[in-house]
């Protein structure tokens, strides 16, 4: 299959390029020419499967071949090792729990599919160089991506991230890890981290000693796995006998991937009848769905720090399978919250439900109520576990939380980082003296 930029569909790549670059040469997004549509029998008998049989299934039609069975086989089985619970609250409506992998945060399945196709790649040219991953994080997305390419041969993995907006836990996941993970921290803000990433991919002299890749929701290998989910939502309704006629998912949204994951399986054939997009004050997707404007902004810093986006990554692709503003209206509701309402929704669900939202879930548990008709099902996807933030956590409803251990076993690692300004040349010095 072949996959075209959003910027020239004249531009094309076969899914090794598409994986291995990330980004088309003109800078736009790599998008499938065609999704399949699953046949109509698949769909009706997918409640007989496992997640990982389901899983694999719809990832080798997706994928149409360009990865061989057995590899890819092993890829899914490897990414999906870990339950994606669907639970009932007392509204009647469900919580999808993406963050039962080992970082806690539901990018974990994207990143590590990510990584095993990656290093399948690796292994049929043995005369690549180092494949060096640059990734900016707000949080969750470095400690995910870290953990995910930690060991692997031939791969450099260096996180940036903002001094002093990274809370201990989260740095911990990746500042503690060593071997093949740098961690680099930026005097500066999230939006200084992404520039940086963005400017060394197009930094001709970098480029040209170097092989850099990102593994942020930008590369398609992110969003393929993403896509499976929401299909995972849709069987176990279907084994708990629950009418799934008029499926409404709610997707916290920062920079769209998850919500583009959604689309593209709705595309082939899942039976959405709409998506809630919602987001917190770095609203710019949900500006654009209300006035028809796409209107990047500074990044501004939330107590949902995965959600702050200032320009929104994935918005292209969004378009380019949606076509038009109208369209993108007719299956997207658009949501947006500040911190108060954040912290009120916490409160209110954890007082009233006995169930603790972390506060990018919270957006989206909160959109839902409002949104959701009678005769609709409606998904909450839960995108981090609230230890996560547990300082904040414990702060908003007054209780202590309990830190999983997982999460505890990073805390017992040394601390070592990079730090450096936020000037481009600093990191690109950094980057040639490691090449």
Request: a negative charge; hydrophobic letters at 40%; proline letters at 6%.
């Amino acid at each position: 299959m072949l996959y075209h930029s959003t910027s020239n569909h004249q531009n094309t790549a076969r899914l090794e390029q598409v994986v291995i670059k990330g980004l088309a040469p003109d800078g736009g997004l790599y998008v499938p020419d065609s999704l399949p549509h699953l046949p109509k029998a698949f769909l009706r008998n997918m409640s007989a499967m496992t997640l990982q049989e389901m899983a694999y299934a719809i990832a080798a039609y997706t994928l149409n071949s360009d990865v061989p069975a057995d590899v890819l086989h092993d890829i899914v089985f490897d990414t999906f090792n870990f339950p994606i619970p669907l639970i009932s609250t007392s509204r009647g409506n469900y919580v999808l729990e993406l963050f039962h992998g080992p970082t806690m945060a539901f990018k974990d399945v994207g990143t590590r599919f990510m990584a095993r196709l990656l290093d399948y790649y690796r292994t049929r040219h043995p005369e690549w160089p180092t494949l060096n991953v640059l990734v900016p994080t707000s949080g969750d997305t470095g400690s995910a991506v870290a953990n995910s390419f930690l060991g692997l041969p031939g791969v450099h993995v260096y996180v940036l991230y903002p001094r002093d907006t990274i809370n201990r836990i989260q740095r911990a996941q990746f500042a503690t890890l060593g071997h093949n993970v740098t961690a680099v921290e930026v005097n500066g803000t999230f939006d200084d981290c992404k520039n940086l990433v963005e400017r060394a991919f197009k930094d001709d002299e970098l480029n040209s000693v170097m092989r850099l890749t990102s593994a942020t929701s930008i590369n398609y290998a992110r969003l393929v796995p993403q896509m499976l989910y929401y299909f995972w939502a849709y069987i176990q309704l279907e084994k708990m006998h629950v009418d799934a006629r008029n499926l409404v998912f709610a997707v916290p949204c920062s920079n769209l991937g998850n919500l583009t994951s959604g689309l593209m399986a709705q595309r082939m054939g899942l039976p959405v009848k709409r998506f809630i997009s919602v987001e917190n004050q770095n609203n710019i997707f949900y500006n654009y769905v209300k006035t028809g404007l796409f209107t990047p902004k500074p990044t501004q810093y939330s107590i949902a720090p995965a959600l702050d986006a200032g320009c929104p990554t994935n918005f292209d692709r969004i378009i380019e399978l949606l076509g038009s503003h109208d369209n993108v209206c007719r299956h997207i509701h658009a949501y947006s919250y500040n911190d108060d309402q954040i912290i009120e929704t916490i409160q209110h669900t954890y007082h009233d439900e006995r169930y603790l939202l972390d506060p990018h879930t919270a957006v989206a548990y909160r959109a839902l109520g409002e949104d959701l008709q009678p005769g609709e099902t409606g998904i909450v996807l839960a995108t981090a576990h609230p230890a996560k933030l547990k300082n904040l956590m414990e702060d908003i409803i007054g209780e202590s939380i309990a830190l999983p251990d997982q999460l505890a076993l990073f805390l017992d690692g040394k601390i070592n980082v990079t730090k450096m300004s936020n000037g481009f040349t600093a990191f690109k010095r950094l980057l040639l003296d490691n090449a």
